[in-house]
């Protein structure tokens, strides 16, 4: 899916990026620990947290993620945008909480590869 | 190629950076992405600890053609018991640290599926030493 459908399915505002917005997802995470983000996801996932703090960019950074979603209307702090824009990765707002966020975008398709998920694992390296 | 840096323990919007500088460093080495991001991972968990448990250190980094070694030292509190601090979701981390996305006892488990090699040496009241080994050269396993 890309990010462009994304941005439509959650009604959302884009705050970096808005040149980038055909860059290309296959799946989501929804978390609020990122060291469970660190542990479980894969390439080429959308990143949908409630936290805002500048660590989540640096977190998607390690990961390869390319674009996050703040949830629940949260504004992130100017350094996190910075940071965002300096490590080229989209963020987007959405006033959806992130049960329904990560929701709409599955049952809009974004389900990634659902055999491989079964063990709670996105992809093991 | 050896670097170095040192991670500063009260400037949280900084951790991370040294994990940054060699994820760059390995990416214009050519080195498979995959094996870069388990290093990222393995290195980030670890600072981030640095930070978060033991207000910063050091951290050495030796980049090989066959395997990158990456040292983290620092002065903090330490660690009582390894093996417990080991298990996955166990953490002593404060209400704060849980505030800002951590805290969930995944990183050091983490730093062990990512690595190849992981060894920790600490002493209460002194400090504790994290040694990574990644090897470079096997790709897609
Ligand atoms: N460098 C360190 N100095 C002192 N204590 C540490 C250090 N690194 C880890 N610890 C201790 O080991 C525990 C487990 O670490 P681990 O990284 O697995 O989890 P965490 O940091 O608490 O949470 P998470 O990494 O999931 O955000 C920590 O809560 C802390 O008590
Ligand atoms: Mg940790």
């Known amino acids: 899916m890309k990010l462009e459908e994304v941005k439509q399915i959650l009604n959302a505002e884009v705050l970096v990026g808005e040149d980038r917005l055909d860059r290309e997802v296959l799946l989501a995470c929804g978390s609020d620990l990122m060291s469970d983000v660190l542990a479980f996801v894969k390439e080429k996932v959308l990143l949908l947290t409630g936290l805002t703090n500048p660590q989540v960019i640096r977190t998607a950074e390690m990961m390869d993620i390319k674009a996050i979603v703040f949830v629940r209307g949260k504004q992130p702090d100017p350094e996190t945008i910075q940071l965002a824009e300096k490590k080229n990765i989209v963020i987007l707002k959405t006033k959806y909480p992130l049960y329904i966020a990560c929701g709409l975008l599955y049952s809009n398709g974004l389900t990634g590869d659902e055999k491989k998920q079964e063990e709670g694992y996105e992809v093991k390296f | ?141």
């Not at chain 2, 390995?26 to 980030?44: E, F, N």
């Not at chain 2, 660690?79 to 505030?99: H, P």
């Open chain 2, 1 to 141: 190629m050896k670097l170095n840096f040192e991670v500063d323990g009260d400037d949280f919007l900084l951790a991370g950076e040294a994990s940054s500088q060699v994820k760059k460093v390995l990416k214009q080495l050519g080195v498979a992405s995959d094996i870069i991001r388990r290093i990222a991972i393995a290195m980030y968990e670890a600072e981030i600890n640095m930070v978060l448990h033991a207000n910063g250190g050091m951290v050495d980094v030796d980049i090989s053609p066959e395997k990158i070694y990456i040292v983290f030292q620092d002065t903090g509190p330490g660690i009582e018991d390894i093996e417990l601090a080991m298990q996955e979701g166990y953490s002593t981390a404060s209400d704060k640290i849980r505030e800002l996305g951590f805290g969930a006892g995944m990183g050091l488990p983490n730093m062990k599926r990512y690595s190849d090699d992981l060894k920790i040496t600490s002493e209460l009241g002194k400090g504790t030493k994290v040694e990574i080994i990644v090897y470079l050269n096997r790709e897609g396993d």
